[in-house]
């Protein structure tokens, strides 16, 4: 079946510094790959998306590349902020969701 | 911009009891979906729905129910209440417009004594 790997559980660092979110994935069929994005106490929102192979994105500071022949979506960013502390999850789309465990990131000052 | 919630915000249930939670989406959507979140399993897919009328089990059903009585609304149903569905529920919806993007409401946090 799909999955989702996110290697970081938790990751803290410090502002000004960028930011790199691991996600692999695993899967048969082609497929849209998501970053969610969770602050305390919200519920999750989309933060960018994929499915085109080697194309990058980029939101809100955010961006990733998927990478079809090495199964991998990382997020990053190149300047953390203190707004970027939250729950990141990574997930791809066959017509319901598949997440990831999730990153919890702190970002301090 | 697109709207789930959900109701109650809050519940405090005793085991055996029965706990219905409920979600309203104003986007039009064909697809909802509930979820569970727990520290460490991050989001986990309980039930779906295609469409009024229909209902699908997802990763893990055990101990719920899910009820879509309009394109609108869509249930999830504890008939017996058991500590271990403690958890913060969250519903979502979407559709099938080739990006299969999902829009969630704001949770709800269950609490089973």
């Known amino acids: 079946g799909d999955s989702v790997t996110q290697t970081e559980g938790l990751v803290t660092l410090t502002e000004g510094l960028p930011v790199m979110l691991n996600c692999t994935y695993q899967t048969a069929y082609s497929t849209f790959l998501f970053w969610y994005v969770q602050h305390l106490n919200e519920a999750p929102k989309l933060l960018l998306k994929s499915s085109t192979d080697n194309k990058r994105t980029e939101h809100q500071g955010f961006h990733a590349t998927l990478h079809k022949s090495s199964s991998s979506f990382h997020l990053q960013k190149s300047s953390a902020q203190l707004s970027d502390s939250a729950l990141y999850y990574c997930a791809l789309s066959r017509g319901k969701l598949t997440f990831g465990e999730g990153t919890q990131v702190t970002v301090i000052s | 911009e697109a709207a789930v919630t959900q109701s109650p915000r809050n519940k405090v249930a005793v085991t055996g009891g029965k706990v219905t939670l409920s979600c309203n989406q104003t986007n039009n959507h064909n697809n909802m979906y509930w979820y569970r979140q727990d520290t460490g399993h991050g989001l986990r897919l309980i039930h779906y729905s295609y469409g009024a009328g229909s209902t699908e089990k997802g990763d893990i059903p055990d101990g719920y129910k899910a009820s879509r009585p309009s394109q609108e609304n869509f249930s999830l149903i504890l008939e017996l209440a058991t500590p271990s569905q403690t958890s913060v529920y969250f519903c979502?919806?979407?559709?099938?417009?080739?990006?299969?993007?999902?829009?969630f409401g704001p949770g709800t946090r269950l609490t089973v004594l």
């Open positions: 979502a919806s979407g559709d099938w417009t080739g990006v299969y993007e999902q829009y």
